[in-house]
């Protein structure tokens, strides 16, 4: 059996990447790609890398829903949730690459995003793919948030230390640094080639929307509630993101228990390569991959774990662990259609 | 039956990449990897991209050759004879990267060079991989010389007209914009990055060793003697190649004319993208990925076709390129292994 | 005395630049800017880069020029004729940045820009302000037409072998790559970072509006004719620009009579620097200066003349080159506040 | 009255950053260049930025002493010792760009770099010149010990807070990125063009030498011991150094008394510009200027102040910081030959 699928929002790049995916997926056929901005315009003329692969031409969210089994959606927040609704009453499969189905609290949502949960009954049903974390709860369902970009490297991350209650889950420090291919495809002046080459700042200061979402998630980790502070900067590169975390060991905590604790955690995990020791994380070695690569250290003086957490934005933090969730959902295994290995430059 | 391929040369880029492409490819084992620096170091060591996907250890050229059906060499001019003569004895096929098979004329080899064609029966036996142009004469063969990467982008972008009598082969000036990846590995002052980020300067002007391989196959396709003038510069990216090539328009010729024997030579090549009039030809959509990208211009004041072509220089310029011609070796359908989507970004 | 200057469309690249410069120029106060987008702002909001450097808010045209003793407009071309006229009633200077008084031929001009000269008497009186070739009309002028940017590098690159009668004026080939200041402030896609970086392409092939400056400095320093075939290409980086031209030499020319001529036609001269044999070309090596760095090179089997040439394309390029004008018209030291030294990286 | 300076190891990149001030500086003749490497070349032929603007050749470090009146070393670290204290007995000034005369305490200079401290009476003498913070000490001082480069930016973006208490000195988490020039001119893998480029990792981790440089400081400012969590980041741009920097805020500390701290503290500071709040640091404001640019944020949940400090790392964080200490130790205008505006672009 073949699966259709499409996507909404495929001139984005979260979409075009998710495109590109699909089209080399065993298992898929991509049936139908949405775009407001695009209607009727083939996607390889918006994006020409795609020529003579793909002949689609964008079409409104009703013929992607019709055509797909599984719709992904790579919107801006707040406008998916009526297409999910659709598509889980028609019984299709949703992936959401945005915003809308990843906080558990409507309040939150509403403070962050400033939109509100409209089928919260749909919402209950929604589960958080982040399949290292959370993959039985996938298997079966219909409705997935995909994990944000910065979440997905800090839960990952952090994860088995917090689980193994090796580190304090309040007061984390997230520096994080994304690729410029996180702010989209729309242009900016901070994007602009020359304002943004050459260049290094922080944005949003303690104060991003991804805040609350790994907040979240930590805090499952933990068992209790997390608190961070998170700082993201953009990276003069095209893809990729480092996130450095600082968190306070607890009593009794050593880095060789923290390094066992990871071992253990992501064993067998495709997906995840904690690195040996004295080899150190670099988004260049996950670029155009679905990996997450992982290294700790401790500062003895301080009592700090530091864990480096790189991943390809687009990939594991966007549209290849949609792919992933997708395998989920249709059982298929885990890996396919985004195995690629990292080019070395 | 599954190909055993070797790769001697394998911790260079070229190697490297041929490595990556390799072990995805469905008809392929990639059963040893040489390397004279890192002998008993794994290549995922030398390139941490690679981790927990390719655990082969370096081993010398012997046991390269020993294990393998085909042998890929990604060596330094002049080490390749002896291998590719060894090869031939034991039945194999051999695939060069390097320099040692791609010129007819020995004289013109150590001119260029500075190296003798130790084995001539064995160049007589050795044919050109530029499957595009030539690829009725490649199949069956046991010793390719895969064509430099500036060389590809160039035969690509002219052979038609050439060949349709509309540009004039003499004079022909070649202004080519390489990634830094074609210098290779080897750390120098020029390629050390402070030096080389928000840089750009040319090379070799007019003496670099591409040119005879590049006249060779202009003359090829001309049926006369053919001229260039070649200039290449070094571009602050990884990879990509752009040459932007000036001939004269034989009297009559048109763009028109040109479009129509372009579009007919290059019918139904897979790895060929003649550009729709108006579309830009960037190494960007080409990148990663196996294709030549193509557009034409006539400048009617001056008389002269215009002709841009990009190809990334580490996949259509090496790796691919070889995987290609390992193909039409095996009989199998052309693009398997080497038919990825260039990212977007 | 003091030169009071000041700066029409000051936040644009060319116009932030020129602000840098005259607000460190020893003999000049900058009196005003002015700006259509910002007027009101300051001009160090728009660029933080001048914090506590630049109080001035923008102004706007009348008030400028009230202010000035010399007015430099970085307008888009149509735009500062009107200005100049004025500003020429009023007995002050005028240094256009744009394209507006660089072309001797009103035909010339509305065919590539699309606007009438509207003054043509005031053309009769402007000058070309490139001063290594036209210092002593430049002197005692009113209103300077600024060269281009690729103009520059081209006129400094050929002027000595031209004139010498070392290189024939027609067929001559200029391939031309520039940073992306030289595609202004404004965002666009194709100067959107993530499709910028890691890129290269071509554009305008053989259409760009320098095309007819080119061919106007060239036809005077041959004494005849000349015609361009001229392809632009956007280089991933701010600054900078290398024109790499072609041109066939006359029956008896030399490399070593060309380099004769370069060294005699560039003695003296503050701003351009003609290489010892061995060394290339770097636009790095120009960076945030006002030099031009040549090279020249010798194809002996096609007979072509190649010489490398590279600018600041803000500074020689515009900017700077601006205030070299400015000085020979008030009679101060070429040199005086734009002798930067490039940094080394 | 004209200073006579030089420089030992001209040739590095800290080197030859000060040689470009020195040569534009209106008090001083750079009046010899030292260098082990490239003694007997000229300056100009190691950098071809500074052709026809230094003829100096490379000499040996003797001959450097002899001919000048204050000697700046930018030397690897213990190699600045013997030279200083030859100077100090002939009374010249030393400025040292290394790490030889940073720490007071001689265990930890030899626990950090492995290297004793020869001549402690000399050291007593030095003094660490960091000007904003120790101007006084500064003045009259034979020896200084310049400052790192990640040190000056942490020590400027968090005085003022805990000067006045409002941050606790430990447990601070310092995350700064440093462009590649950081690492010098030697060429290494990691920072080969296209294994940098396009990449991003931490290195030294919690390891790093100028952690004691900068728990020394911020212990001076606290009055107390300080102790930080450092890791450094390679960040693919030529210069620049971003450090964000987590403090917890002392009870009852707020973003509003930290703003009023630091704006009395840079007061009249020629080189510390504190933005306004909703301004963002950027590497790119700074670039090329002394300038240190200076944010403050609250994370009110965490009770975490967030500073983000900018500066060049090879101007005010070397070559023009040295400038600076040499101005003081002269008598000179600190800003002289130090003042310029960071380019927009």
């Known amino acids: 059996m073949t699966i259709q699928a499409g996507i909404l929002g495929a001139t984005g790049y979260a979409g075009v990447e998710l495109a590109r995916l699909l089209l080399r997926h065993p298992g898929v056929r991509l049936a139908a790609v949405g775009s407001v901005s ?23 969210a009703d013929e992607v829903v019709t055509k797909s089994d599984v719709v992904f959606a790579a919107l801006p927040h707040g406008l998916s949730q009526d297409t999910a609704a ?25 403070k962050w995003y400033g939109c509100e949960y409209k089928h919260p009954a749909l919402h209950g049903q929604a589960v958080y793919g982040l399949p290292e974390l959370f993959r039985e709860e996938i298997r079966g369902k219909s409705v997935v948030g995909n994990p944000g970009c910065y979440p997905t490297s800090v839960a990952l991350g952090l994860a088995p230390a917090l689980r193994a209650g090796l580190a304090e889950p309040q ?26 080459n050459e260049a290094f700042s922080a ?26 502070t998170f700082v993201p900067h953009l990276l003069p590169v095209n893809r990729g993101i480092l996130s450095t975390i600082y968190a306070r060991m607890k009593p009794g905590a050593t880095l060789e228990a923290a390094r066992a604790a990871y071992e253990e955690a992501y064993r067998g995990e495709r997906f995840v390569r904690l ?17 997450c690569d992982i290294q700790l250290y401790a500062d003895e003086h301080t009592g700090l774990l530091i864990v480096t957490s790189a991943i390809d934005n687009m990939v594991k933090g966007a549209a290849g662990q949609a792919v992933q969730n997708m395998n989920l959902l249709f059982g298929l295994p885990e890996e396919t259609g985004i195995d690629m290995i990292p080019p070395a430059f």
Chains 1, 2, 3, 4 share one sequence.
């Open 38 to 60: 695009f209607e009727g315009k083939k996607l390889c003329e918006v994006y020409p890398s795609l020529r003579e692969l793909c002949e689609l031409e964008c079409v409104d």
């Open 86 to 110: 659709a598509c889980v009453g028609a019984g299709k499969k949703f992936i959401d690459l945005g915003a809308d189905f990843r906080l558990d609290d409507a309040a939150e949502y509403e």
């Open 171 to 196: 007061g984390i420090v997230i520096d994080a640094k994304s690729g410029v291919t996180g702010a989209g495809r729309k242009t900016t002046q901070g994007t602009h080639f020359p304002e943004c």
């Open 203 to 228: 944005y949003k200061a303690a104060c991003h929307r991804h805040t609350p979402e790994i907040e979240q998630t930590l805090s499952k980790m933990a068992g209790e509630r997390a608190t961070v």
């Open 275 to 291: 690195l040996p020791p004295g080899a150190g994380v670099d988004i260049r070695h996950v670029k155009c991959s679905n990996y």
